[in-house]
């Protein structure tokens, strides 16, 4: 191949390659890569074109998404720091999945890179009773309210045998109660004469916390907050994020590459699909 000149410089290290559409970050070039297993990156070479056609390729720097959450604290590393609110499990949260965060930032970023899109999966521990009296007129299902105890927002279904409660099944714990307290349930046709007395209360907080969508922008030590209808306070410090390669949707497709001619951009990868140039020789 000889030297071709480039930008000034000189080709000195040829690679004929074949389009792949592995993005493999780790260099296709022996020389930068003594690991026994190469990659298909590029790193920044200039493409010989020996066959015209079309070149669909990732330039060089291109970069997939940033900042991507890999991990969330399960546990407050900075407990004893009052002033570092790493983690809360909140209260009157539900068990779902996808919900949405807000974030509090640690490290400064332009406007255009904001961190967003994070998601998670959430699951509370609801709470546990006892039934302190069976009651009458229950019909098996729903309940429509709760008087009593210390908090609001108890929801739940009833078993039920001849009218009388049997066993009460918690959908919602509610927020603000207490150990001991003594629930009555209510519904219509009732004698609203039936009740629960709590042996946990737990009240919606958070038990488990998990990633569901990685989002972007993020950096380790960003709290978030999860995003529930009716609850608050549930925080997680991120732990670790994950830049991601480029994808086939940052590639640009160069149409009707002339034989002979030297591509005048750095690349790092060169894919299948599109790419109808041949006898092409990746320069450094």
Do not use: H
């Amino acid at each position: 191949m000889g030297l071709f000149p480039i930008n000034g410089s000189t080709i000195g290290k040829a690679l004929a390659i074949t389009p792949n559409n592995t993005i493999d970050a780790r260099s296709a070039w022996l020389f930068e890569n003594q690991t026994g297993t190469l990659g298909t990156n590029l790193n920044s070479s200039v493409l010989y074109v020996g066959v015209t056609g079309d070149i669909n390729c990732i330039l060089s720097g291109v970069v997939g998404v940033q900042g991507t959450v890999t991990a969330l604290d399960a546990t407050n590393p900075y407990g004893s720091n009052p002033s570092y609110n790493a983690l809360s499990n909140g209260s009157g949260y539900a068990t779902a999945n996808g919900l949405l965060t807000s974030v509090t930032s640690t490290v400064p970023k332009s406007p255009a890179k904001q961190p967003a899109g994070l998601t998670v999966d959430i699951t509370v521990t609801l709470p546990t009773a006892t039934l302190s009296a069976a009651g009458t007129g229950y019909s098996a299902g729903a309940i429509d309210s709760v008087t009593g105890g210390t908090g609001t927002g108890i929801e739940g279904t009833v078993a039920v045998n001849a009218g009388v409660v049997t066993a009460f099944t918690f959908t919602d714990g509610g927020i603000g109660y207490t150990v001991g307290d003594v629930i009555t349930l209510v519904q219509a046709a009732s004698g609203d004469n039936a009740t629960i007395t709590l042996t946990s209360a737990p009240n919606g907080a958070i038990t488990t916390i998990a990633v569901n969508a990685a989002g972007s922008n993020y950096s380790p030590g960003d709290i978030i907050t999860v995003i529930q209808a009716g609850a608050s306070g549930g925080t997680r410090a991120i732990l670790s994020v994950q830049d991601l390669a480029p994808t086939a949707a940052d590639a640009v497709l160069f149409k009707g590459v002339p034989a002979g001619s030297i591509l005048p951009l750095a690349v790092d990868y060169v894919l299948t699909t599109s790419t109808t140039a041949t006898d092409i020789v990746a320069g450094k």
